[in-house]
């Protein structure tokens, strides 16, 4: 799809995105993960809501990962803590997190009460937080983590009403990001927008700064002096580029070429997480290399890619071999 430029900056246009479903819905469910884009449009929706007096209209919910670095922690609790008026969902549920770290599968289950003994850290204790105990929509151990967001949103709409959940993902950040957003298969739609899909019932994802770049975003703190996750100060002073400056669950594909980080950043943290999750301290040692398949990748010359495929299948245990085939059997 060809970009179309208009006559407003991103900031301006992301202004009237936030007019217009704050016009179409009653209720803005922000997603909030602690990184810099989620904090931007956190930002920028609170202080519209607030400016036009309809804060009870807005809250927002952190899906919390149990390891992550200390500094993510302590400032998604201070924006907890910033934001009054607001409703607020903070939840530590055992789900089904992608992990890239297992040999032996494919998700770890954060939360679980079985390694309470284990976990990274102790679950937070505030009156926002959603655990296996209490939690209000339905929900089994092992669900994936999309699925647990999803289900989530479908409860809170039909408890409040018609709902725009907004989702601070930019399209330049990846191809996958790209084509979430602004794919040619989208047949769900809201009216004439192109960053509002339906999902399902009254609950509707809007992608209002999906035309921002990462300059952008930090322009924006800049300039109006916004509070982020100082854990980017510390990736900017350890060397990495402004796309491996990223705040999300450690153990997923796209965190294993800075998973060592967390050794230097945040080593008290980083020696629980090796015992948490088999294969951590490997991916750290390997990670973004060719020894964990990374990039450069080369097949022996007496293989195909397929025959390639089912020999490094075959080296897998019974259990990860037979889910992973299932996979390989939609590619060849």
């Known amino acids: 799809m060809q970009k179309r430029y208009l006559d407003i900056n991103v900031y301006q246009a992301a202004q009237q995105r936030l007019e217009y479903i704050f016009s179409e819905f009653e209720n803005v469910l922000i997603a909030f993960s602690g990184g810099k884009d989620s904090s931007v449009l956190l930002n920028m929706a609170y202080d519209y809501a607030k400016e036009h007096g309809c804060l009870e209209r807005v809250s927002m919910y952190h899906l919390d990962y149990e390891a992550q670095y200390q500094m993510t922690t302590d400032y998604v609790a201070d924006t907890f803590n910033s934001f009054p008026g607001i ?13 890239a770290c297992r040999i032996d599968g494919d998700t770890w289950i954060p939360w679980a009460k079985q390694d309470r003994d284990i976990w990274v850290r102790d679950m937070p204790d505030n009156p926002y937080v959603i655990n296996e105990d209490n939690v209000p929509f339905p929900f089994y151990a092992g669900q994936r983590d999309y699925e647990v967001q999803d289900n989530f949103g479908y409860w809170f709409s039909e408890q409040h009403g018609k709902t725009a959940v907004l989702i601070g993902i930019r ?8 084509r979430t957003i602004k794919g040619n298969n989208h047949v769900n739609t809201y009216r004439d927008t192109n960053y509002i ?5 009254l609950t509707y994802v809007c992608y209002p700064i999906y035309d921002w770049t990462v300059n952008d975003i930090w322009t924006y703190n800049a300039k109006f002096q916004k509070p982020y996750n100082k854990l980017y100060d510390l990736y900017y002073q350890a060397g990495l580029n402004v ?10 594909d796209c965190a294993m070429n800075t998973l060592a980080l967390y050794k230097v950043i945040d080593p008290q943290n980083w020696g629980r997480m090796t015992g948490r999750v088999n294969g ?3 991916a750290g040692l390997y990670g973004g290399t060719t020894a964990m398949g990374w990039k450069s990748i080369t097949k022996p010359k007496h293989f195909t890619w397929k025959e390639y495929c089912n020999f490094l299948l075959n080296t897998l245990p019974g259990r990860c071999q037979e889910s992973l085939y299932r996979e390989a059997e939609h590619i060849y």
């Open 243 to 252: 796309d491996q400056m990223r705040v999300a669950s450690p153990f997923n």
């Open 87 to 99: 409703g607020k969902y903070w939840l530590c549920l055992p789900l089904g997190a992608q992990c």
């Open 171 to 178: 399209a330049d950040e990846s191809l996958d990001r790209y």
């Open 197 to 201: 899909y339906w999902r399902k019932d």
């Open 280 to 282: 951590v301290n490997m």
